[in-house]
């Protein structure tokens, strides 16, 4: 005969788990959605039509992966933390391709690193992945690569001389510490996928500063007119630059409207209105940033290049002079054309004419506008060592700005 009181408890026992079950759906749907606001979500006006994802990964073959390391809080303790840093990778054909693109590279100001560009320009090609990590993390994220490479029998020569990009995350990062381990890459590659591109503190962007703001990684596409051959254009940026008087959205001054919390500022000294903030608000950029651009459009070395150049226009769109202090570097790459570095050769290639390439600049230039802002917008106020603390882009300041320059669009 059953038990009332076991039935009871029974009955209970499945709804507190369904109960529970369902707060945790909730709570994951609530924190990937605020994940995934983007500037699009907040009515920033841009040119151009983004392709499905609106990300790099737009371009077919095209793969994104990172490791994130946040641990510890208060005092800098040089070898311990806080930590606020981790790497970013790109394969530009995916993991299981060894194949080479086309690439060509282009420095605005080169106060930075990039590897392995002397051998493209030497070669016009690019022979793997491409990396991005904090400044002091370079050497043993190239070396990683390369470790990497030999296990899976990827080298194109008896040598390798992989690509490794980096900006600086001293304000936030321990980044003395040297954190970014051979395992942080190794899973970073091994886990680079196709799909949605995770934004703002993720990656080599975790401990990134943007005109001021928290910033990070960010990426953005376009998609060309069938007329000018449908070709896809995705750019990622790891985005450190600028300062806060600098900032500008869709046309607006948006950092002169939001002046407050600026960083590099004293820490526990608050700012006067009128009071000039010492640190990279007077003394120019301290950062940098770091642009690659892919397309599946068929373009030569040279191409490339210019492609690469065209990044330059929109950083500046954001407002960026490209300081001295500032090391901006931009690489890119195409898809198309597999097997043109295939041994003994003669290949065939194509490419597309000088006089139908310009749609191409112009939708490098919106994408790369729209990545940095991308990389704002997803960013989330972050402190790292000695308390110091850099402010997320307020949203609705942001909107706030917009709308009073008329730069919100009226919903319909």
Same mark, same amino acid.
């Given at each position: 005969?059953?038990?009332?009181?076991?039935?009871?408890?029974?009955?209970?026992?499945?709804?507190?788990?369904?109960?529970?079950?369902?707060?945790?759906?909730?709570?994951?749907?609530?924190?990937?959605?605020?994940?995934?606001?983007?500037?699009?979500?907040?009515?920033?006006?841009?040119?151009?039509?983004?392709?499905?994802?609106? %990300?790099?990964?737009?371009?077919?073959?095209?793969?994104?992966?990172?490791?994130?390391?946040?641990?510890?809080?208060?005092?800098?303790?040089?070898?311990?933390?806080?930590?606020?840093?981790?790497?970013?990778?790109?394969?530009?054909?995916?993991?299981?391709?060894?194949?080479?693109?086309? =690439?060509?590279?282009?420095?605005?100001?080169?106060?930075?690193?990039?590897?392995?560009?002397?051998?493209?320009?030497?070669?016009?090609?690019?022979?793997?992945?491409? *990396?991005?990590?904090?400044?002091?993390?370079?050497?043993?994220? &190239?070396?990683?690569?390369?470790?990497?490479?030999?296990? &899976?029998?990827?080298?194109?020569? $008896?040598?390798?001389?992989?690509?490794? =990009?980096?900006?600086?995350?001293?304000?936030?990062?321990?980044?003395?510490?040297? @954190?970014?381990?051979?395992?942080?890459?190794?899973?970073?590659?091994?886990?680079?996928?196709?799909?949605?591109?995770?934004?703002?503190?993720?990656?080599?962007?975790?401990?990134?500063?943007?005109?001021?703001?928290?910033?990070?990684?960010? +990426?953005?596409? &376009?998609?060309?007119?069938?007329?000018?051959?449908?070709?896809?254009?995705?750019?990622?940026?790891?985005?450190?630059?600028?300062?806060?008087?600098?900032?500008?959205?869709?046309?607006?001054?948006?950092?002169?409207?939001?002046?407050?919390?600026? $960083?590099? /500022?004293?820490?526990?000294?608050?700012?006067?209105?009128?009071?000039?903030?010492?640190?990279?608000?007077?003394?120019?950029?301290?950062?940098?940033?770091?642009?690659?651009?892919?397309?599946?459009?068929?373009?030569? $070395? @040279?191409?490339?290049? &210019?492609? =690469?150049?065209?990044?330059?226009?929109?950083?500046?769109?954001?407002?960026? +002079?490209?300081?001295?202090?500032?090391?901006?570097?931009?690489?890119?790459?195409?898809? %198309?054309?597999?097997?043109?570095? %295939? +041994?003994?050769?003669?290949?065939?290639?194509?490419?597309?004419?000088?006089?139908?390439?310009?749609?191409?600049?112009? /939708?490098?230039?919106? *994408?790369?506008?729209?990545?940095?802002?991308?990389?704002?917008?997803? /960013?989330?106020?972050?402190?790292?060592?000695?308390? @110091?603390?850099?402010?997320?882009? $307020? @949203?609705?300041?942001?909107?706030?700005?917009?709308?009073?320059?008329?730069?919100?669009?009226?919903?319909?």
């Amino acid at each position: 005969m059953p038990n009332p009181d076991v039935d009871w408890v029974m009955r209970w026992s499945l709804l507190r788990i369904s109960l529970a079950f369902f707060l945790l759906c909730v709570c994951r749907a609530s924190a990937q959605n605020s994940a995934l606001v983007r500037a699009r979500d907040l009515g920033v006006p841009f040119e151009g039509t983004p392709g499905p994802l609106n %990300a790099i990964t737009d371009v077919a073959g095209v793969e994104v992966g990172a490791t994130t390391l946040i641990q510890g809080e208060g005092a800098l303790n040089e070898g311990v933390g806080p930590i606020r840093t981790g790497v970013t990778v790109i394969l530009p054909r995916g993991g299981k391709s060894a194949d080479p693109v086309y =690439a060509g590279w282009f420095s605005l100001n080169g106060n930075g690193e990039m590897t392995g560009t002397t051998w493209i320009e030497e070669s016009g090609f690019l022979e793997g992945p491409v *990396a991005l990590t904090n400044t002091h993390s370079v050497g043993t994220v &190239r070396d990683s690569m390369i470790a990497w490479g030999l296990k &899976r029998g990827a080298l194109r020569q $008896p040598w390798s001389l992989p690509v490794v =990009a980096e900006t600086w995350d001293g304000f936030l990062n321990d980044i003395n510490g040297f @954190h970014v381990k051979p395992t942080d890459v190794f899973a970073a590659l091994d886990s680079a996928k196709a799909g949605p591109v995770a934004e703002g503190n993720t990656g080599g962007g975790t401990g990134m500063v943007c005109y001021g703001f928290k910033g990070g990684t960010g +990426t953005a596409s &376009r998609v060309l007119a069938a007329v000018d051959g449908g070709y896809k254009v995705g750019v990622l940026v790891q985005c450190n630059c600028g300062r806060r008087p600098q900032l500008t959205i869709a046309g607006v001054p948006v950092g002169k409207e939001i002046p407050q919390n600026i $960083p590099y /500022a004293k820490v526990g000294q608050p700012l006067q209105p009128d009071a000039q903030p010492p640190g990279s608000e007077t003394q120019g950029d301290m950062g940098s940033i770091i642009i690659v651009v892919a397309t599946d459009a068929p373009l030569l $070395p @040279h191409q490339l290049k &210019r492609i =690469a150049r065209r990044a330059s226009l929109g950083l500046a769109r954001t407002g960026s +002079t490209s300081g001295n202090g500032s090391g901006d570097i931009f690489l890119a790459f195409s898809t %198309a054309n597999p097997g043109a570095n %295939a +041994t003994p050769g003669s290949n065939s290639v194509q490419t597309v004419s000088n006089e139908r390439i310009s749609p191409l600049f112009s /939708a490098t230039v919106e *994408a790369t506008e729209e990545a940095i802002v991308n990389a704002m917008v997803g /960013a989330k106020s972050m402190t790292g060592i000695d308390g @110091h603390t850099v402010i997320a882009l $307020p @949203h609705e300041q942001l909107q706030s700005a917009l709308k009073k320059y008329n730069r919100l669009p009226v919903p319909e």
